[in-house]
């Protein structure tokens, strides 16, 4: 996919309003990305669509108003983009995530391809998505804590 893909000048432009840098993420890191987003949201099974990992409560996770909140209380120094039906994303360094509603209008109305948004911390401990669907989302969750094996002992 080349730089010149409307979808992804649409979502560079604005990541780039709020971001003090944008970097293009490749295929082969997208594609990993949402095998690790399926295992830890989705209980790594391969819903047709990621956030159905959401809308089929494979994960917990907050929904529309609860899920802006969220969403917006998230610190953030860097975080990633990238979308159900691309094959590019991007990793933001920024002091403040996108507002919602840009992400939303954008979502909604803008090509087809950038429809399906998340973003994420780097790790994933946290992820927001907005959907295309204006009855589905925008969803939040966050990581489940993995239990620390303690060495010896109890």
């Known amino acids: 996919m080349t730089n ?8 560079r432009a604005l990541l780039q309003a709020t971001a003090q840098r944008v970097e293009d993420l490749d295929a082969e890191t997208i594609k990993v990305l ?9 209980a ?6 990621l956030w159905h990992g959401f809308s089929f409560r494979l994960h917990p996770h907050l929904v529309g108003a ?11 120094k860097s975080f990633l983009v990238f979308f159900e039906q691309t094959d590019w994303g991007f990793r933001c360094h920024a002091r403040q995530l996108p507002p919602w509603a840009q992400l939303r209008e954008l979502a909604a109305h ?15 401990s946290w992820v927001f998505c907005q959907t295309h669907e204006p009855d589905f989302g925008p969803y939040f969750a966050q990581a489940r804590a993995v239990p620390s094996v303690s060495s010896g002992g109890r």
């Open 66 to 76: 609860h899920a802006v909140a969220a969403y917006e209380r998230q610190p953030v």
């Open 44 to 49: 790594a099974q391969r819903p047709a669509f």
């Open 4 to 11: 010149a893909d409307p979808a992804r000048q649409q979502w």
């Open 110 to 124: 803008g090509p087809a391809r950038g429809r399906d948004v998340y973003l994420a911390q780097p790790q994933l």
């Open 34 to 42: 949402k095998r690790r987003w399926q295992q830890q949201y989705a």
